[in-house]
């Protein structure tokens, strides 16, 4: 089994700039994604940023430029750096790990970005 544990979300201004973080634990075999969703009220949820084992990176439109995913240690801990955040960025953010074994997902933290 593989748990993921997500922290890192809470309350900023417009502008600003967050850090989430994702430590996975557990069973865990060849990853072949790390990435990070995210989920507003009465939307469904979408894919923020992606980070594909040997380092390739997708990123939605509406994030480029100012966020970045990353796993800077090649540990099981992946990151989301937000900066320059807008009101539309607040939702649920969920961390989600692919491997050899199959698809996991975080319990999701929450940012809110409202003055």
């Known amino acids: 089994q593989v748990q993921l544990v997500e922290s890192g979300g809470g309350l900023v201004q417009p502008g600003g700039s967050l850090r989430l973080s994702c430590a996975a634990s557990g069973r865990i075999s060849s990853i072949y994604t790390m990435a990070w969703y995210r989920q507003a009220p009465g939307k469904q949820r979408e894919m923020v940023a992606r980070?594909?084992?040997?380092?390739?990176?997708n990123y939605a439109d509406s994030v480029k430029g100012r966020f970045t995913i990353s796993r800077p240690d090649a540990k099981n801990t992946v990151y989301l750096q937000m900066n320059a955040l807008k009101p539309e960025d607040t939702a649920a953010y969920y961390c989600?790990?692919?491997?050899?074994?199959?698809?996991?997902w975080g319990q999701g933290t929450q940012v809110t970005v409202s003055s």
């Open positions: 989600n790990i692919r491997d050899l074994t199959g698809e996991y």
């Open positions: 980070r594909i084992n040997g380092g390739g990176t």
